[in-house]
């Protein structure tokens, strides 16, 4: 499996989900350090999901359009107050791409 990298797309299936959670395949953005990432199989991911006018105006969330580099089919939001942690070695289904320094720095 590719050593996953901070700022990587990588698609992550949740099933099975417990309670209120979406138990399904689902595009993420790693947001821990490289140095954490290679180290430990448990990493901090935040959640990306479809843009709409009214997640766009939350000030935590993180435009993200459709590049060639970040895999994304359509233009999308980056949920940074929804971060959680998995085990991408369980849950990863592919890398999509990464996202440039820039938006990283957003979102952080």
């Known amino acids: 499996m590719k050593e996953v990298r901070k700022g990587m ?3 992550i299936n949740l099933d099975p989900a417990k309670g209120a959670e979406k138990g399904k395949i689902r595009p993420y953005i790693v947001v821990t350090n490289n140095i954490y990432n290679k180290r430990l199989p448990v990493i901090q991911v935040t959640p990306i999901t ?3 006018e009214k997640k766009s105006r939350v000030i935590t969330n993180v435009e993200l359009d459709t590049e060639e580099e970040n ?3 359509k233009k999308s939001i980056a949920d ?3 971060t959680r942690p998995i085990d991408y070695k369980e849950r ?3 890398i999509r791409g990464k996202i440039s320094k820039e938006k990283i720095s957003e979102i952080d």
């Open 50 to 52: 479809e843009w709409s």
């Open 80 to 82: 940074s107050l929804q």
């Open 92 to 94: 990863m289904i592919k």
């Open 71 to 73: 895999g994304l089919t």
């Open 9 to 11: 797309i990588i698609d």
